[in-house]
């Protein structure tokens, strides 16, 4: 049949919702997703995709908004009538095989804009002026599970050895000339698993023919090798030293090793997916993945920015992340010179206590807060304690922000007793004066010890439970920490705090679907950051859909 004849638009239209996001793509994909949406994937005349722009763009929306697998999406668009509406197909009209899509994701990943379709979206939002003159700005994080199954130390050694003799040349004879162990089975190494010195001596053969390995394929006399290689010998170097310890006794001759009972703080949790970490979000709560980044506007929803992250490093802490995403704001330009300043953080040193009673900071000299640069000009971001760091802070007034992110409590020796805010700090002349009235000097390292003084001090007790004394390092942004903590006790602050919370509905429609947490399909942050560009356009999408999305005189408008 004619495809004319049973286009089902004009047979079934009339089914689909309207103010749906199936609706709209049925009327205006052809306008969101033109050609120049693939353009410069395909620059030469010759060798055209048989897809056209707009049935790509408007699957991989309807793809991540409903959450399907590649299989399933091909299916829906066979088989489901609002699929066919949106992408205008015909009723009689197959499918693409699902390998389509693995290969439009490789040709976009390539390109210089990989995040073509948030960035499509994004440039509706902008056009239709929804967000103009909103400058909060509402950051979060949550943890995504990874694709792939945790694997335990000999899995990895295993795994990682076996990687080495697919991928680099020579290596599979340089392995069975210098191991002890057989890696051409499948499995694991076949012992007695109850057998503890068994274990034992299987870790120390693994560790031991990782070692051999090693000294064979690299050095300054190994060849060049090209990446996937030098990833495969690199992991296996990784995977070698990250769970394992000398045995006790051992004179490091004839290295024996045993399984390390402490867990390295940047493991390698698989080598299927050598990004992926674990993490916490609490004590309790461990989670292994990826770590997702968002940035809202509050009063719309809209998300204005993301970033999906591995779970450790500075580079990739919420305080990090958040200053990154505030100055890239495509929405609220700011005239700054510090447009690139990142906040670097580890999640450890969120707030000014280092190995003494308390860190101090500078005193804060008007009593209202935090001086947050010119309001005018940035943005007012707000946020949880983990993007309060002093640096964090440092950072967002540089490029003109104003926070309302809410400051980490403060510890106190005693419990009930003094803080570094019963301190006070001249950083001017370099000195700390206590509750009693006693000063001493700071060190180059900006750490003080006030020592004897506190032998017979009245309020010792109140003070330091120490045998040498009350001693403190001294935050370099201690001041920014001190005035945020003021900033918080202000009426202003209590009134305007809440307004981070409209960030979780938005994280849970990100990371849930169908009340159920998303797992995440892809390996490496690389291809997950794409997958979460990608979602939350779809989600923007549906966002603007509610608050009248429409096309006037050929520009996007809210209704």
């Not at 295993?158 to 080495?164: C, D, F, Q």
């Not at 700090?425 to 004066?433: F, R």
């Not at 006030?450 to 001693?471: D, I």
């Not at 849970?508 to 950051?529: C, E, S, W």
Request: hydrophobic share 35%.
């Amino acid at each position: 049949m004619d495809r004319e004849l049973w286009d089902a638009g004009e047979i079934v239209g009339g089914l689909v919702p309207a103010g749906s996001v199936f609706a709209f793509l049925a009327e205006h994909r052809g306008e969101l997703f033109d050609d120049g949406f693939i353009a410069d994937l395909f620059p030469s005349k010759t060798g055209r995709p048989s897809l056209p722009a707009d049935l790509v763009g408007s699957v991989l929306v309807l793809k991540e908004l409903y959450g399907l697998s590649d299989p399933q999406t091909a299916e829906a668009l066979k088989f489901d009538i609002r699929w066919k509406v949106a992408c205008g197909r015909s009723l009689t009209q197959m499918s693409f095989d699902p390998s389509t899509l693995v290969y439009w994701r490789k040709r976009i990943a390539a390109s210089k804009r990989p995040d073509r379709v948030f960035d499509k979206v994004a440039e509706v939002i902008a056009e239709t002026g929804i967000l103009r003159g909103r400058r909060k700005r509402c950051v979060d994080s949550t943890v995504f599970d990874d694709a792939v199954a945790t694997q335990d130390t000999v899995t990895q050694l295993v795994a990682a050895m076996r990687r080495v003799a697919r991928v680099v040349a020579g290596a599979a004879e340089v392995i069975a000339a210098v191991c002890t162990l057989d890696y051409s089975n499948a499995g694991k190494p076949d012992i007695d698993w109850d057998d503890p010195a068994a274990k034992r001596a299987l870790v120390s053969d693994l560790v031991n023919d990782a070692l051999a390995v090693l000294e064979q394929l690299t050095g300054p006399q190994a060849p060049q090798r090209d990446q996937p290689a030098a990833d495969a010998l690199g992991l296996l170097a990784l995977v070698a030293g990250q769970d394992v310890e000398p045995a006790e006794g051992s004179d490091g001759t004839d290295w024996r090793g045993v399984i390390a009972r402490r867990v390295a703080p940047d493991r390698v949790i698989s080598t299927c997916d050598p990004d992926g970490r674990h993490t916490r979000k609490s004590r309790s709560n461990r989670r292994d993945g990826y770590r997702g980044h968002l940035a809202t506007e509050p009063d719309t929803g809209l998300i204005t920015d993301c970033e999906m992250t591995m779970t450790t490093g500075e580079a990739n802490t919420d305080a990090a992340v958040g200053v990154k995403m505030a100055n890239r704001d495509r929405f609220h330009p700011t005239d700054t010179d510090n447009a690139d300043t990142l906040a670097s953080t580890a999640d450890t040193e969120d707030d000014d206590t280092v190995d003494g009673d308390a860190v101090a900071g500078t005193a804060d000299t008007d009593g209202e807060g935090e001086d947050t640069g010119d309001s005018g000009g940035g943005l007012e971001v707000y946020g949880d304690s983990a993007y309060g760091t002093g640096e964090a802070r440092d950072a967002y007034r540089a490029a003109g922000h104003d926070v309302v992110i809410k400051p980490k409590p403060l510890p106190s020796a005693v419990p009930g007793g003094f803080t570094l805010d019963d301190f006070t700090i001249d950083d001017n002349e370099g000195t700390v004066t206590c509750p009693n009235g006693n000063t001493r000097p700071m060190s180059p390292a900006r750490t003080v010890t006030f020592g004897r003084l506190c032998a017979g001090c009245p309020l010792r007790q109140r003070c330091t439970t120490a045998k040498s004394g009350r001693s403190m390092t001294i935050h370099p942004q201690g001041g920014l920490l001190r005035a945020a903590r003021a900033q918080a006790k202000t009426p202003r602050f209590k009134q305007d705090y809440p307004t981070r919370s409209n960030i979780e509905r938005t994280v849970a429609q990100v990371a849930t679907q169908n009340g159920r947490r998303i797992k995440l399909r892809h390996i490496g942050v690389a291809r997950n950051n794409a997958w979460l560009h990608t979602r939350c356009a779809a989600l923007n999408l549906r966002t603007l859909l509610r608050y009248g999305l429409t096309r006037v005189n050929g520009a996007w408008a809210i209704a």
